[in-house]
């Protein structure tokens, strides 16, 4: 049930406690603290911020939001929708910073201080930022967190030490960079004391004094400045007190431990522990008020900066000097001019560009521009903020728009998935595992069933509806159907769909080469060793080019089928046909000589039309041999009797009738060519493009240079030539020619 604030009661905030008291009256948060008491002192904390009556309503509607069904819809109807979204907005971000918090882990040695790593804190800072469309929100949550340190140092309860370390890395600096230092120096104070209590307690006791009293010690030391500065005796004009400020800046335990450990000092060299800061009205009175403090305190002459001649690089101005009072005890003096002191503080020079720099120390650092850009606009808003939203809260005016780029949201375990803003289940599905996008079938959102192109929002909870088996669709790279927006989504559909291709090729492509296998009786061979004898790197690259039709199946045939040992010259006789009497029948004619036996020579493999001569051997008939074969002329230089005159004839067929074919010719082909990856696979496919059939190859590589000679079967020589013009056009071939 959802009571609804009576309209006359004029206060906004005491509308949302009694709310919120009807609703969360007895409930405690798991530190212990009841949630309304939480809400009060948080809205304590911004009242002394000088929140507006809305935003001091705020916390008690945010601890409201876990006990309403749907929060979005009562808050609206009680409060109006700029509280509502306020609240609810809020609520998200405190559920996805629980789980963000998880990935905190130890850094550095044994025992040392607890820290978020450099991914978590720039996650948790994105997360934060991304959900603060509304300034309103990082206010609600600076001062939550300052509320919840404040409890558990009070009622002396232990702390989780990823909570203190994310609120000192993360929500301090916040902190510090938006001005609020009030909020920002107790919160580090506070956080360190949880992580380092050791430490804490020893630099505590090493300033023998508490906070309050040396805040009271710095302002009587800010009086005293002040009133020497505008009453100084004869001979020296005093200084117009309208123009002059002197602040008094009490160190803080935190920063005296950074200033020690950025500096590798021992506590007695840090000279700032107590500081002031003294703003004039121009350059002159900087100077003036110098020489005041150096007359009447003692100055560390090695401890003087002068960065309004000098400039800093990032623009900053201002006189640093190091005085010491009458006990001997030093004091950081800051002098600068109104002008200089807001050009510090607008974030330009800001104070955090070099007490933040973490392990760089004190050296100084540049930050993100686009980061700090927006920082830059928040700080503006933040001085805008009571003005913008006092006036026009009721026409629901924020700061939106900021932190659009990002968006977090929830898995069923509560794990948080940073995303782009516009991502859908599909793109969660994907950043989550690869694995589940593709199996993505449906999604529940905040536990509603959505259209898979449902744009996510900030804070919600997502779980994805997967089948068991199966694979994405089309549909989901169309850009106009909006089923996806990551990069990474993207990719992995693409990838899928050109796996599937490849698999399928790739099946093709195994099916013809067993085929093949099994026509040639070479079942039992190895389909790696095939592939590796054919230059490929696995059988699957094989079985792809064959898929593909890259690679015939001849090339294979090729290396399936080793040529025959030749027999000994004089055994193989080729037995000449008795000559018609118009035209001889037979390959080869010896002139003058009918049936006489013939055997082309193995040294030089003739062919028509090639130039031969023949040599009769001692009862193995004609050996035939080209003329430029060198074997040839040596024999006719030691038995030039044997020589006789031998000729080509009619070209012989092989076969009967219709399928009688040409006679074919046993040829060596000598190939050089620098070695690599396909060289055999590529060659071979000149071969089989000229038709031209292979039946035997030998390979050596010597040096990453390879020899190959292939024996080719033609029925002329000379079209050998055009076959030896295109291997020379093969990547890496340094020649061809016939032996």
């Known amino acids: 049930m ?29 530190s212990g603290e009841g949630e309304l008491q939480h809400a009060d002192a948080q809205s304590a904390i911004l009242q002394s911020l000088g929140a507006t009556d809305e935003l001091l309503a705020a916390p008690y509607l945010v601890c409201t939001c876990a006990h309403l069904s749907r929060p979005q819809e009562a808050l609206t109807k009680a409060f109006g929708a700029p509280l509502a979204n306020l609240a609810v907005a809020t609520h998200q971000l405190i559920r996805v910073q629980a789980q963000a918090r998880g990935s905190a882990h130890q850094v550095g040695p044994p025992g040392g201080l607890t820290v978020l790593g450099a991914a978590e804190i720039d996650t948790v800072r994105k997360m934060l930022l991304a959900f603060s469309r509304d300034l309103r929100v990082v206010m609600l949550r600076l001062a939550s967190r300052l509320q919840t340190l404040r409890f558990h140092a009070n009622q002396k309860i232990p702390l989780s030490p990823a909570v203190a370390a994310e609120s000192l890395q993360v ?27 050791e430490v804490y307690r020893d630099i505590a006791a090493r300033l023998h004094q508490k906070r309050a009293e040396r805040e009271q010690d710095m302002e009587a030391l800010s009086q005293r400045i002040l009133q020497g500065l505008t009453g100084q005796a004869s001979g020296q004009a005093p200084l117009d007190p309208a123009g002059l400020e002197v602040q008094g800046r009490p160190k803080h335990i935190y920063s005296i431990v950074k200033k020690m450990r950025g500096k590798s000092l021992p506590f007695e060299r840090v000279f700032d522990v107590r500081a002031l800061r003294i703003i004039t009205r121009n350059v002159a009175d900087c100077y003036a008020v110098l020489s005041w403090v150096h007359a009447h305190f003692s100055p560390i002459e090695s401890e003087f900066d002068d960065y309004i001649a000098r400039p800093k690089p990032n623009g900053y101005q201002s006189l640093h000097t190091v005085v010491r009072d009458e006990g001997g005890a030093p ?22 560009a070099y007490k933040e720099a973490g392990a760089k120390g004190y050296a100084g650092v540049l930050a993100n521009s686009d980061y700090d850009s927006k920082i830059a606009m928040l700080r503006q808003l933040l001085a805008w903020e009571r003005d913008l939203f006092g006036s026009l809260a009721t026409e629901g005016v924020s700061s939106a728009g900021l932190f659009d780029d ?15 803003k516009g991502a859908t289940p599909v793109d969660f599905a994907y950043t989550v595992h690869t694995d589940l996008g593709h199996r993505c079938r449906g999604a529940h959102v905040d536990g509603v069933l959505v259209p898979l192109n449902t744009p996510l929002q900030n804070g919600q909870t997502v779980a994805i509806v997967a089948a068991k088996e199966g694979g994405p669709s089309r549909d989901w790279l169309n850009f106009e159907l909006g089923f996806v927006v990551s990069a990474r989504a993207k990719t992995k559909i693409r990838a899928w769909f050109n796996a599937q291709a490849l698999q399928t090729t790739i099946a093709k492509g195994r099916e ?20 590796e004898q054919m230059g490929f790197k696995g059988a699957d690259a094989l079985f792809e080019v064959v898929g593909k039709d890259e690679l015939s199946l001849r090339s294979i045939e090729t290396v399936l089928r080793p040529p025959e040992a030749a027999p000994p010259p004089d055994e193989r006789l080729l037995k000449k046909a008795p000559p018609e009497p118009t035209a001889p029948k037979g390959g080869i004619l010896v002139v003058g000589i009918d049936s006489l036996m013939t055997q082309l020579a193995k040294c030089c493999k003739p062919a028509p039309p090639d130039p031969i001569g023949g040599f009769v051997t001692r009862g193995k008939g004609v050996s035939v041999h080209r003329l430029d074969c060198r074997n040839f002329q040596e024999l006719m ?22 399928g009688a074919q040409q006679a074919k010719y046993p040829v060596d082909v000598a190939v050089e060519a620098t070695d690599r990856q396909g060289l055999l696979r590529d060659v071979s ?10 039946i035997g190859v030998q390979t050596q590589t010597i040096k990453e240079v390879a020899w190959m000679t292939f024996t080719v079967e033609v029925s002329d020589s000379t079209r050998l030539d055009k076959v030896l013009q295109e291997i020379q056009q093969v990547k890496g071939v340094t020649l061809a020619k016939r032996r």
Do not use: C
């Open 637 to 658: 230089q030691r038995s030039g009797e044997r020589v006789i005159q031998v000729t080509w004839g009619k070209p012989a067929k092989t076969g009967n009738g219709a």
């Open 512 to 531: 013809a080469v067993e085929k093949l296998l099994q026509r040639e009786g070479k079942t039992a061979l190895k389909l790696d060793t095939l592939a």
């Open 331 to 352: 004091i950081e003096v800051q002098i600068r001019t109104r002008a200089m002191h807001d050009h510090a503080e607008s974030g330009v020079a800001a104070h955090w």
């Open 171 to 197: 929500f301090a600096p916040l902190a510090n960079r938006l001005g609020i230092w009030q909020i920002k120096w107790e919160m580090e104070d506070l956080a360190f004391r949880f992580l380092e209590p």
């Open 685 to 694: 496919e000149v071969f089989s493009r000229q038709k031209t059939n292979v």
């Open 2 to 30: 959802v009571i609804i604030p009576p309209k006359n009661d004029v206060s906004v905030t005491a509308q949302a406690r009694r709310f919120a008291e009807s609703l969360v009256g007895g409930e405690h948060l798991a």
């Open 406 to 420: 990002r968006i977090y949201v929830l898995t069923p375990e509560a794990a948080v998935v940073d995303l782009p």
